[in-house]
């Protein structure tokens, strides 16, 4: 689903990775570990399509978004979902708004779910019309994974996902990772923490160059 080739960038004048290259099936979770700085953000950010590369390709789902914005808007919007540390939300939209961003994405099987049937597998019925700002870090961060849920994309991409959570919340967000690969999306997961490392089924450290 996501086939990284021969990449190779640098930030500040700095080289962060050269000709990386691996790839990443429907169905797997793969998590980016490695020091502070090393990379694994921007990395994400380039899979993402919403940084550049300095050499190498990247296709999505067999895609190849090369220097076109269209076909980059057009993958991000059919195959991609984020997931952020700071969970991504605009603060004074409502929760079911903040959902709605995330569509039209691909449906997956028969009916896609509605915000509220989202809302409810999340843990937070009931709750679309409060604003994002007056939720809790915890559910934000599930809201976010409405958002997935709505979505269903393709690929996940989650930047430190668990880190601004408690137990219970990183719980539940490494579970609906989890799920999320076992119903067939590619998963990737930029982490510190070896709790979530250990769930995926590839762990790739990157080193800092210098
Ligand atoms: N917008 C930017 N402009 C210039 N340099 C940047 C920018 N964003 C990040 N960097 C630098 O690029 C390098 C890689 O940063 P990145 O956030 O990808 O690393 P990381 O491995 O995700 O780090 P962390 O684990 O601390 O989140 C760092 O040296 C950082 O200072």
């Known amino acids: 689903m996501i ?9 500040g004048g700095r080289l962060l990775w050269r000709d990386l290259s691996f790839t990443v099936a429907r169905g797997e979770v793969l998590a980016l570990t490695g020091p502070s700085g090393c990379g694994k953000s921007t990395l994400l950010d380039c ?3 919403i940084d550049s590369l300095d050499a190498g390709t990247i296709h999505v789902g067999g895609t190849d978004a090369g220097r076109s914005r269209r076909r980059a808007r057009r993958l991000r919007r059919d195959h991609l979902g984020y997931l952020f540390q700071d969970f991504g939300l605009v603060p004074d939209m409502t929760v079911d708004a903040n959902i ?5 994405g691909r449906s997956r099987g028969a009916r896609r779910m509605t915000t509220a049937e989202a809302l409810e597998r999340v843990g937070l019925a009931g ?13 934000q961060q599930r809201v ?7 979505k269903q994309p393709d690929v996940i ?23 999320f690969a076992s119903a067939g999306a590619a998963v990737i997961v930029a982490t510190h923490a070896a709790p979530v490392a250990e769930r995926a089924a590839t762990v790739l450290r990157l ?3 210098s």
Do not use: F, W, Y
């Open 207 to 209: 080193e800092r160059t």
């Open 3 to 11: 086939q990284v080739d021969r990449v190779t960038k640098h930030r």
């Open 47 to 49: 899979i993402g399509l």
């Open 144 to 150: 976010a994974l409405a958002r997935l849920v709505v």
């Open 127 to 139: 709750r679309g019309s409060d604003r994002a700002h007056d939720l809790s870090g915890g559910e």
């Open 157 to 179: 991409l989650a930047d430190e996902p668990t880190s601004a959570l408690d137990d219970d919340n990183a719980r539940m967000v490494l579970d609906a990772l989890g799920d």
């Open 100 to 104: 709605r961003i995330g569509r039209p």
